[in-house]
């Protein structure tokens, strides 16, 4: 994030997050490591979003054992959407009290 001119904060991005990885691990050690995670996962989606119901999204998250999906109307950035972001907070909120 940065401050803006008029004391507000502004989302960006890291432009290293774009650069190749010397890090590659094959799909199998992509889904080990996925099915080692011990604590409770939520993921919230825009139904619009990247991976969606993509083959190998859905692999991935079959691999989370503790895994807990909401797809909301929305895209990728759903969580800077404004008609989206009151319900991202409710289902955060909702699952944040009822996880175990």
Known sequence: TQATA???VQ???DSR??????????PQQVLAV?????????LIEG?????????????ARQAVPRLTRHVLAGGHHLH???QAVERVAE???LE???AS
Do not use: N
């Not at 997050?17 to 094959?26: A, D, G, I």
């Not at 996925?34 to 939520?42: N, S």
């Open 47 to 59: 139904e619009r979003g990247i991976l969606g119901e993509r083959a190998w999204a859905a692999q």
């Open 34 to 42: 996925l099915a080692e995670i011990q604590a409770p996962v939520l």
């Open 80 to 82: 800077l959407e404004p």
């Open 11 to 13: 989302m960006r991005t």
């Open 17 to 26: 997050l774009l650069k190749p990885s010397l890090v590659r691990f094959t």
């Open 96 to 98: 944040g009290c009822t």
């Open 6 to 8: 008029d004391g507000k």
């Open 91 to 93: 289902v955060i909120c």
